[in-house]
């Protein structure tokens, strides 16, 4: 069991680059999540796929974020024109079906700066 | 809408029992989760609780009341590296989405 891991592990970015986030969840594991967290606060809910097909998105996500999972296994989350406001933590956590949703896995995560 | 309320800081000492208290808000919800996270890491999933009353996994217990909208997690024994924050959180019914609380950073001192 490798557990969930995330690449890369830290960003830094300028205001306005592009930049994409990938998670590779437990293998058996059909449920994918990313949340994004500040400094302080708790793991806030950014999208849910199960295997390939995106089943929820917060509308606090704005266009520029979109995220992918297009074999029902790895997912990928880009953000486009990035802001200073998206510096973040970009969690991502996997669970499997049949079990509990609320047993979420997660991985280290990826430590975003945008300057 | 859908909030979590938990103390945002708990200091207790080493051996001691703390209780960290979560009150939510929710239309409809399938259960009440706990998760531990140390500085710099990851969430690390402690417990659920989908029906009303006590759960106990080792030293960590967690509560649930639904006609109160509150839950709790129990910690005994408490050792040093129990220091961390913990977070409860709820999935609507009908959805995906899991809402987290602000945490509770805790300290453990000698």
């Known amino acids: 069991d490798t557990g969930v891991s995330q690449n890369p592990r830290h960003k830094i970015t300028k205001r306005g680059q592009n930049v994409t986030f990938r998670c590779d969840p437990i293998s058996e594991h059909n449920r994918l999540y990313w949340y994004r967290q500040t400094l302080g606060q708790g793991p806030e809910f950014l999208t849910y796929?199960?295997?390939?097909?995106?089943?929820?998105k917060s509308r606090l996500l704005s266009d520029r974020f979109s995220a992918e999972r297009p074999k029902g296994s790895f997912s990928t989350l880009e953000i486009q024109r990035t802001e200073q406001g998206d510096s973040a933590m970009y969690l991502c956590?996997?669970?499997?079906?049949?079990?509990?949703?609320?047993?979420?896995?997660f991985g280290p995560g990826t430590r975003l700066l945008v300057l | 809408g859908q909030s979590l309320e938990q103390p945002s800081e708990v200091t207790a000492v080493e051996g001691a029992i703390v209780q960290i208290n979560c009150t939510y808000q929710?239309?409809?919800?399938?259960?009440l989760s706990w998760y531990q996270q140390h500085d710099g890491g990851a969430p690390t999933f402690l417990s659920y609780?989908?029906?009303?009353g006590l759960e106990e996994t080792g030293r960590f217990s967690s509560f649930l009341s639904r006609s109160d909208s509150y839950g709790y997690l129990l910690l005994q024994e408490l050792q040093m590296k129990d220091s961390a924050s913990y977070f409860c959180a709820v999935r609507n019914t009908g959805g995906f989405k899991t809402i987290f609380g602000a945490g509770t950073r805790l300290f453990v001192k000698a």
């Open positions: 609780n989908a029906l009303d």
């Open positions: 929710t239309s409809g919800f399938y259960g």
């Open positions: 956590a996997s669970s499997p079906l049949g079990g509990a949703q609320e047993t979420q896995y």
């Open positions: 796929f199960q295997n390939e097909a995106q089943l929820e």
